[in-house]
């Protein structure tokens, strides 16, 4: 089983809060992931980071933002939450399995609700 | 545009049965393809990885199969059980960049009744 948390793992919260979901993982991979999933749709990549002080933004445009200042720490923040926002939202880290295969490791997501 | 499509959307089976997942895919250029289970609520659990030169791979009883030719991947589940109950993603990497971008399917939502 992997060692990666995210917290809190449910959120409900109000409209224009600020809010920061945390995520972490323990086996220093280099390599994390911000993924955005809705019932029943595929996982999109809204962030990612090559290593401490390394982010960019994936290919599901998103307003959230995300910081990397330590290894096993990967935050996103939400400066102001809309309904828009409701979501799973699930972080990953990486590792190379082999030639060409990074295996990713998924945390158990953070199902977040903006009313 | 890369994409990777799965079927069935949804499968009802009993304990105890067999059942087989598709995926197609049209990720270019291929590097690997993995197959996730993903119980509701929780993230998704890395169940096979294939390359390009490998046609099947298990992990107890599942089974994957890839066709890098025909650009189609299987899983077979043999003997169903309560806990298989989940949705099963299909996603395959491209070698194009060295983040090894990942495209997922939508899964195929499996219950197993008893």
């Known amino acids: 089983e992997a060692d990666i948390y995210q917290t809190p793992r449910y959120l409900v919260i109000g409209t224009g809060k600020k809010i920061t979901l945390e995520c972490s993982q323990t086996m220093g991979h280099d390599k994390m992931y911000w993924y955005q999933q809705d019932p029943g749709m595929e996982l999109h990549l809204i962030h990612y980071?090559?290593?401490?002080?390394?982010?960019e933004k994936g290919d599901l445009s998103s307003e959230s933002t995300v910081s990397r200042i330590r290894t096993e720490h990967f935050p996103l923040t939400l400066e102001s939450a809309r309904p828009s926002h409701t979501s799973q939202y699930l972080c990953?880290?990486?590792?190379?399995?082999?030639?060409?295969?990074?295996?990713?490791?998924f945390g158990p997501g953070t199902r977040l609700t903006v009313t | 545009k890369n994409q990777v499509e799965q079927s069935p959307q949804s499968l009802i089976i009993l304990e105890g049965k067999n059942c087989t997942l598709q995926c197609n895919y049209t990720v270019s250029p291929f590097s690997n393809l993995r197959w996730y289970k993903q119980d509701t609520g929780r993230g998704p659990v890395s169940l096979t990885i294939m390359t390009f030169s490998e046609n099947t791979k298990s992990n107890g009883r599942y089974t994957a199969t890839l066709d890098a030719d025909t650009k189609q991947s299987s899983l077979h589940i043999t003997a169903s059980q309560l806990s298989d109950s989940a949705s099963y993603i299909c996603?395959?990497?491209?070698?194009?960049?060295?983040?090894?971008?990942?495209?997922f399917g939508r899964g195929t939502q499996l219950t197993v009744w008893p």
């Open positions: 990953a880290s990486s590792t190379k399995a082999r030639d060409r295969v990074y295996e990713q490791y």
């Open positions: 980071s090559y290593g401490v002080n390394s982010t």
């Open positions: 996603v395959v990497s491209d070698r194009g960049s060295t983040l090894g971008r990942l495209y």
